[in-house]
């Protein structure tokens, strides 16, 4: 029997967690590993310098004290003893769009399965406020069976944002997301500063072909990413460096 491992950044208690787990159960054994606590944008974090503890909920259900990224090595490392198939990531609750896959925690749940080379998916409702996890976990489901069905290429991972309506499916590229650059400065009860970090997100760089414009156009949008971020086509470029370094 094929084996699904499933992560997510939303924790035990996100909401996506049960609607995805439900429809992918009709495909092949699902085994759970998500963090005991919501961690996003926690990245491709790994826990180094406390131990990892799991607690088993019940026999397909686990929870650690880390990071999507933990959970998944964990989980095909050392908690499944059989070989696990695919990773899918998610339902995280909003979009990850653009620069949100460098920050993501779903994403960095994918990008674990493909460096441990399995087949690997993250996966988002798109529109947070309004967001149909059963109609994304049906996505999931009918991506995963494309997955198990042929082969997949290595050193490969999708990421993949739901919107509400969905008319149709595009591959896409990554759009640039632009962030609120203000950090906000408040006062605690003992009168001390403390800072929030994360603004909101307020736009992106609309262009053809992005993740935002599928999205926006009722698109699921399925963006391929790479493990190599080189920028291969400047190696020549930076080449002449090594010349007048030396």
Not at 38 to 44: A, D, K, L, Q, V
Not at 132 to 156: C, E, T
Not at 182 to 198: F, M, N, S, T, V
Not at 214 to 238: H, Q, W
Request: glycine share 8%; with cysteine; charged share 20%.
């Amino acid at each position: 029997m094929k084996t699904i491992l499933v992560t997510n950044d939303d924790g035990i208690y996100g909401p996506g967690l049960k609607p995805l787990v439900k429809a992918l159960k009709k495909v092949a054994r699902v085994i759970v590993i998500v963090p005991d606590q919501e961690r996003s944008g926690t990245s491709h974090s790994i826990t180094l310098h406390k131990p990892l503890r799991i607690q088993e909920l019940d026999s397909n259900t686990f929870i650690a004290n880390g990071t999507p990224t933990d959970c998944v090595r964990f989980g095909v490392l050392s908690l499944v003893k059989s070989k696990v198939d695919v990773v899918v990531s998610g339902i995280n609750t909003g979009p990850n769009l653009g620069q949100d896959v460098i920050y993501s925690g779903t994403v960095a749940g994918a990008r674990e399965g493909t460096l441990l080379g399995i087949p690997s998916i993250a996966l988002s409702a798109a529109e947070s406020a309004k967001a149909d996890f059963r109609l994304a976990a049906r996505i999931a489901k009918k991506l995963v069976k494309h997955m198990l069905s042929g082969v997949f290429p290595s050193n490969v991972y999708l990421n993949v944002n739901v919107p509400y309506r969905v008319k149709g499916f595009r591959v896409t590229t990554l759009c640039k997301r632009i962030y609120d650059e203000e950090i906000e400065c408040r006062i605690d009860p003992r009168g001390q500063k403390y800072y929030w970090l994360a603004g909101k997100t307020v736009s992106g760089t609309y262009q053809a072909g992005t993740d935002l414009a599928a999205v926006n156009k009722g698109l699921v949008s399925i963006t391929p990413l790479e493990l190599d971020p080189t920028a291969t086509e400047l190696m020549g470029a930076f080449n002449q460096w090594i010349t007048d370094l030396s």
